[in-house]
């Protein structure tokens, strides 16, 4: 069984910094592309930014060049690193990585972590 666990969330005010880490446990041949999403009340899921297995990385405008993902194979991990936060980045944050298991490949999703921007 494959399982995705986040940490990271919390309150900060704006202008601050958090980062989000979530690692995958369980039987794992393969890890493909990974992400970060995320869910603000009354608004639909958006994607954050995604990293695939060689490196390469998109954002969402409304975070470049204030949110960095990267990853950790090893570790079986991605990391969001949030800087220069904003109220409006409040939300529900959501971390998906593509893995081939056992089972085949398929995605899998972590039970998000709360992050509130607000003084």
């Known amino acids: 069984q494959v399982q995705l666990v986040e940490s990271g969330g919390g309150l900060v005010q704006p202008g601050g910094s958090l980062r989000l880490s979530c690692a995958a446990s369980g039987i794992i041949f393969s890890i493909n592309g990974m992400g970060w999403y995320r869910q603000a009340p009354g608004k639909q899921r958006e994607l954050v930014a995604t990293i695939t297995s060689g490196g390469s990385t998109r954002y969402a405008d409304s975070v470049k060049g204030r949110f960095t993902i990267s990853r950790d194979n090893a570790k079986k991990t991605v990391y969001l690193q949030m800087n220069s936060l904003k109220p409006e980045d409040t939300a529900v944050y959501y971390c998906?990585?593509?893995?081939?298991?056992?089972?085949?490949?398929?995605?899998?999703w972590g039970q998000g972590t709360q992050v509130t921007v607000s003084s």
């Open positions: 998906n990585q593509d893995i081939g298991g056992i089972g085949g490949r398929r995605d899998y």
